[in-house]
């Protein structure tokens, strides 16, 4: 009894490692007798005591490696410091066990050496303002090289680009000086705006002034043209009432005497005194001299 109990405790022992449960976002991958065999899925597995062994345990999660800054030279002979961050997922654990040995160092080299090279070929001005183009170059290249290490590279990212102190110091006074150009541009464009606004206020100003003077001119003359078509009519009307009543030569002639003098009663130096009443008057003058004589 006792050694069957020994023998079921020994069989536990042995029998209990062997049986692995494989979580989601794992992959085992085993060897039998020294030779890749399989790979295991998420799952309950069952591996053979002492045939089969968990060669490596693999994440299937994206992995974000975060690298030490790297010295690089540019192309016009600038030494900076650049860190790089590496975005990579596992594809295929049998390759990234058995493609390259450490394969996260390997990666880590292959991206400063990629980082030189791309570097290499700018300027500093350049690699200053060129982030998306060396990530997108640098992805590219890392992801055809890690191909065979079963990784796939999803992206990289620059994180940060130190140049020397003293470029550093240069920069800063060229974007200082930088600013102060564009804050004279701003201030000399705004003085032109207003003086534009307010050149464009008085012409319009003066417009409106000679359009108002305009309109009150022609409505002046409307007024006295109106006035004096008024005046005319009226004399229009008080001939054709004369005429309406048949009024006779002597009416006319007294109407005539009182027009004379209105006309002397003036300021008038000169008196035009039409035909008709010139023989008036001097047929009143010898009517006169004639009631002299009879006396």
């Known amino acids: 009894m006792g050694i069957l109990i020994a023998l079921l405790i020994l069989v536990g022992i042995i029998v209990i490692p062997c049986v692995k449960i494989v979580p989601q976002s794992k992959a085992y991958v085993i060897e039998r007798l020294g030779s890749y065999y399989k790979t295991w899925k998420n799952g309950l597995q069952f591996k053979i005591p002492f045939i089969d062994r968990i060669s490596n345990i693999v994440t299937l999660k994206e992995i974000v490696k975060d690298f030490d800054p790297q010295p690089v030279i ?22 990234y066990t058995y493609g390259v040995e450490y394969p996260i160092n390997a990666i880590e080299n292959l991206t400063a050496t990629t980082l030189r090279n791309i570097i290499g070929e700018l300027e500093l001005d350049e690699t200053l303002t060129s982030r998306d183009v060396i990530n997108t170059k640098m992805r590219s290249i890392l992801d055809e090289a890690t191909d065979p290490w079963g990784i796939k590279v999803t992206r990289v990212e620059v994180k940060n680009i130190l140049p020397p102190k003293d470029i550093q110091e240069a920069m800063e006074k060229q974007m200082r000086a930088e600013r102060e ?76 005497y009182e027009t004379l003098g209105k006309l002397s009663s003036g300021d008038a130096t000169k008196i035009i005194i039409p035909a008709e009443l010139s023989s008036i008057a001097s047929f009143g003058t010898v009517l006169s001299e004639t009631i002299k004589k009879d006396k």
């Open 74 to 95: 540019t192309k016009d002979n600038v030494t900076m410091q650049i860190d790089t961050v590496v975005y990579f997922q596992i594809t295929d654990p049998k390759l």
């Open 181 to 256: 150009r564009r804050e004279k541009i701003l201030q000399a464009e705004g003085e032109k705006k207003s003086s534009i606004l307010i050149a464009e206020g008085e012409k319009e100003s003066a417009i409106l002034r000679a359009e108002a003077d305009k309109e009150a001119r022609i409505k002046r003359a409307e007024g006295e043209a109106e006035a004096l078509l008024k005046m005319k009519q009226a004399e229009a009307d008080g001939i054709k009432m004369l005429k309406d009543a048949k009024a006779d030569d002597a009416v006319l002639r007294l109407k005539s």
